[in-house]
Each structure stands twice: as structure tokens, then as C-alpha cells.
């Protein structure tokens, strides 16, 4: 773990532009201008909670709705994770967390294991934060597991208010993914996994 694990990725499709930097071991330093408000405050506190120094500038087809500037980041956070994590030696793996946003409770719970899978229990009061609907964090967190490689779960066990349901998810996901990705230091550059490879 001797190397800083760091990925740049650069999406481009006729919807969306992306270009986005991620440091796995930072200190929660981010930049991030999606054109979506909403967006930008989640992903500011998923790179501060998960510890990531983390900067995103997408350009998107918001004229439209924000469903491909949303997706499209999920899965280019998705890629940069991956290639930052490298070949998982070392890691932890496996992270949970359980964070409480006023009455609002979120649990998620990750595997860092190369097989990609969403299981999305959360449901919102409301279709909408304000212009953004609630649908679209599930796109996101598809879209981010499905590249990253990891099975990530993510379960609402309280709450009414639909920005704190939303602010839960993200930070749950930040300090799950700050677990499973730290140095074990019990493990020293062995694989996390009886097959010897992730």
C-alpha cells in the first residue's frame, strides 16, 4: 500500500462530459460542479466522510432532465474507484455503516469483491428534492457499483424527510466505502479472499 491510489477518468458520450479525479487516501478535499445542486451536496459529503479527495466537473444534458448527468457520474466514480483500488491487496474489503440523519436512519453495507451488485431498499415520501427526483439516487449508486466491482446495499430503516433520507444514503455509502477500501494492517499486501484473487 506503499503507492497513493488515485484514478483520473474521462467520460464522454453524446449526452454527458466528465472528467473526475479520486484519492482513495485523502482527507475529504473535494471540487465538485455537476450543474445539479442537489448532487454537488451529496457528493461533497460522500467525499468527505469516505475521506476521498474527490473533484468532478460534468457537463450535461440538463435541458433535458438530470438523468444521464446523474448516471453517468455514478458510473465514472464507479471506473475511477476501480482503477484507484487496484488489485485489492491489503484492503479491508467488507464495510458497513449505519448513519442517522435526524429521523432518518440508512444502513450500508459493501463488498469490495469484483462482482458487481445493487440492492436498493430506500423509499422516498416524495419524488422530488427540490427539481431533482428522488428516483435518480438509485441510478446513481447503480451506475457507481456496477463499475466500481463491489455489491453494495444500501437499506433505509427510518425516516420522513426526503433530503435526510437522501444525505443518509451518501454518507452510510461514504464511511462503508471508507472501511472497505482502508489498509488492513493485520493483512499486510495479502489478497481478502480465500481464492487469491478479487
Not at 449526452?15 to 457528493?43: K, N, P, V, Y
Not at 491489503?90 to 453495507?109: F, K, N, S, T, W
Request: some cysteine; aromatic content about 6%.
Amino acid at each position: 500500500m506503499a503507492t497513493r491510489r488515485t484514478a483520473e477518468v474521462r467520460r464522454v458520450t453524446g449526452e454527458t462530459s466528465i472528467a473526475l479525479t479520486l484519492g482513495l487516501d485523502g482527507s475529504g478535499q473535494t471540487r465538485i460542479a455537476t450543474g445539479i445542486g442537489f448532487l454537488d451536496h451529496m457528493l461533497t459529503a460522500l467525499g468527505r466522510h469516505a475521506l476521498f479527495d474527490l473533484a468532478i466537473e460534468a457537463r450535461g444534458d440538463l435541458h433535458v432532465d438530470f438523468h444521464h448527468t446523474t448516471e453517468d457520474t455514478g458510473i465514472a466514480l464507479g471506473q475511477a474507484f476501480a482503477r484507484a483500488i487496484g488489485d485489492k491487496r491489503g484492503i479491508r474489503r467488507y464495510g458497513h455503516a449505519v448513519v442517522p440523519m435526524d429521523e432518518a436512519l440508512v444502513e450500508a453495507a459493501i463488498d469490495i469483491s469484483g462482482r458487481s451488485f445493487l440492492v436498493w431498499d430506500v423509499r422516498f415520501p416524495r419524488d422530488k428534492i427540490g427539481e431533482m427526483d428522488t428516483e435518480l439516487f438509485e441510478e446513481f449508486f447503480r451506475g457507481f457499483a456496477s463499475n466500481a466491482g463491489l455489491a453494495l446495499h444500501v437499506t433505509q430503516k427510518a425516516g420522513s424527510n426526503n433530503h435526510h433520507i437522501a444525505e443518509g444514503c451518501f454518507k452510510a455509502v461514504a464511511r462503508a466505502l471508507r472501511m472497505a477500501s482502508e489498509p488492513d494492517p493485520r493483512a499486510s499486501d495479502a489478497i481478502p479472499s480465500t481464492k487469491g484473487v478479487l
